[in-house]
């Protein structure tokens, strides 16, 4: 069986009267239709507990890995932050420091160990994917205070914006000030010190375009009659 028949279903959420088809892992799939039944009320309910209360329960299920979990984090975060779509995933060991400050939007992952501090502010779009292992700052130490340890010299806060239809590799570093335009990829272990264009490919440290998605120009190639392989045909 192929594989993202074997781990993967199909559904189909509504956003802004558009039907747009989503893949779910069947895994997760009960909690998926639990919460698209029960979203509503259950957004509702949470919305009327204490702030403080839906904190202590994402700590509580931080780390588990069951459909609950699941359900439980994404009320957490639409209660604590200031917007939140539909469809955000959270995967376990993720942390959110300053969720106020974080908006958030539709069809949105972020996996496992991943760290987020959003106190200079932090927009993600719709259709986001943010691999595990990642890191996104919004704030920095100042550093250029004379005769002061780092340490005393305050913060700088610079918001960061995460445009629709990104996609963060594994380990990749975020920095204050960033924008992340929309259809950008960012290689694994990337480090982010500047704006990336749309529909960029960025990889290394610092992260460098290094090409655009969608003008890849694989070399033209020819059967060998002699070898039998596949060759590059010369220029």
């Not at 892992?25 to 209360?53: D, N, T």
């Not at 931080?62 to 469809?87: P, Q, V």
């Not at 305050?154 to 380990?171: C, Q, R, S």
Request: include cysteine; proline fraction near 5%.
């Amino acid at each position: 069986m192929h594989l993202s028949k074997k781990f993967e279903s199909s559904k189909e959420i509504r956003v802004e009267d558009k039907q747009i088809q989503t893949q779910v892992p069947e895994s997760f799939s009960f909690s998926y239709r639990l919460l698209s039944r029960f979203r509503r009320p259950a957004v509702g309910i949470f919305r009327l507990i204490p702030k403080c209360f839906a904190e202590k329960l994402m700590d509580l299920f931080r780390y588990s890995n069951s459909c609950i979990g699941f359900a439980i984090r994404y009320l957490c975060i639409n209660r604590l932050a200031s917007k939140c779509g539909k469809k955000v995933i959270i995967f376990p060991s993720v942390f959110i420091k300053e969720p106020k400050f974080l908006e958030i939007g539709t069809n949105v992952s972020i996996h496992e160990f991943t760290y987020i501090d959003a106190e200079g502010g932090l927009e993600i779009g719709d259709h986001v994917g943010i691999g595990h292992g990642c890191t996104i700052l919004c704030g920095q130490h100042n550093f250029n205070v004379p005769d002061k340890l780092m340490k005393e010299s305050g913060y700088t806060f610079m918001p960061v914006k995460i445009e629709n239809d990104v996609w963060l590799g594994a380990h990749v570093r975020v920095l204050p000030g960033i924008t992340l335009c929309q259809g950008c990829v960012i290689g694994a272990s990337s480090v982010v010190t500047k704006t990336i264009p749309k529909y960029s490919v960025a990889v290394g440290i610092p992260a460098r375009v290094i090409r655009n998605r969608f003008e890849t120009k694989e070399p033209e190639m020819q059967n060998s009659e002699k070898t039998g392989y596949l060759q590059r045909k010369e220029n």
